[in-house]
């Protein structure tokens, strides 16, 4: 089973600052997947990546491979960013679904 | 709507009775998924299908059954509800299963039992 942990666990900040998350991963994978859980419990897909660097607006994640570990960092936060962030990984195999961490919880101040 | 929705969204039952919990999507996407959300465990797999009539065991199925005679639909079934199972319950879909695409998760089922 793949066990797959966060750091850290809970970050607070103040608006404007570079943010990094972190996550590693014991077993190869197929693919990892950051998502974002607002608030109000819903759960958004930001990036699903199995090699290398994406980009969408102030969001960046990063994946390495041989080092079984990936990062999401924000840059240019600002107080909507305010959500649990959560890694989870594809281990590979016939079988499909996600193993999830258990999130970093991300608050920005003002 | 076009997307994933579930239903109900908020549920209280009593132990031993039988519960189902829906989820339907609009895309046509092959693959959907249950997952439980607990803390101190954060969201766990119990069952997922590929394809209409194919369905597999995720890491926590004990005492949920699930069907997906369309493709589109995707119903959980809690036989006999337990206390252990009071939960948020996500359903999710991916067109491609999700070492191939992204996944797409509903809003959410906060079911409590007692």
């Known amino acids: 089973k793949n066990e797959v942990e966060q750091s850290p666990q809970n970050l607070t900040a103040q608006e404007g600052e570079f943010i990094t998350i972190n996550c590693s991963y014991s077993?190869?994978?197929?693919?990892l997947h950051w998502l974002q859980q607002h608030p109000g419990g819903g759960i958004v897909s930001l990036f699903m990546l199995s090699s290398g660097k994406k980009k969408h607006g102030r969001l960046i994640a990063t994946i390495n491979i041989q080092e079984k570990h990936s990062s999401l960092h924000i840059t240019a936060s600002h107080p909507r960013d305010s959500a649990v962030y959560i890694c989870?990984?594809?281990?590979?195999?016939?079988?499909?679904?996600?193993?999830f961490g258990k999130g970093t919880h991300l608050i920005i101040q003002p | 709507d076009a997307g994933i929705t579930q239903s109900p969204r908020y549920k209280i039952t009593e132990t031993g009775r039988q519960v189902t919990l829906m989820c339907h999507q609009t895309?046509?996407?092959?693959?959907m998924f249950w997952y439980r959300q607990d803390l101190g465990h954060g969201l766990r797999l119990i069952y997922y299908s590929a394809a209409a009539d194919i369905t597999d065991k995720g890491e926590v199925p004990d005492g949920y059954v699930v069907s997906r005679s369309k493709t589109e639909n995707f119903p959980l079934t809690l036989e006999s509800a337990t206390r252990s199972q009071t939960s948020v319950y996500f359903c999710?879909?991916?067109?491609?299963?999700?070492?191939?695409?992204?996944?797409?998760f509903g809003q959410g089922t906060r079911l409590t039992v007692v």
């Open positions: 989870a990984v594809h281990s590979g195999g016939g079988a499909d679904g996600l193993t």
């Open positions: 999710a879909s991916s067109e491609r299963g999700t070492a191939n695409t992204e996944a797409f």
């Open positions: 077993v190869g994978i197929s693919a």
């Open positions: 895309w046509s996407h092959s693959y």
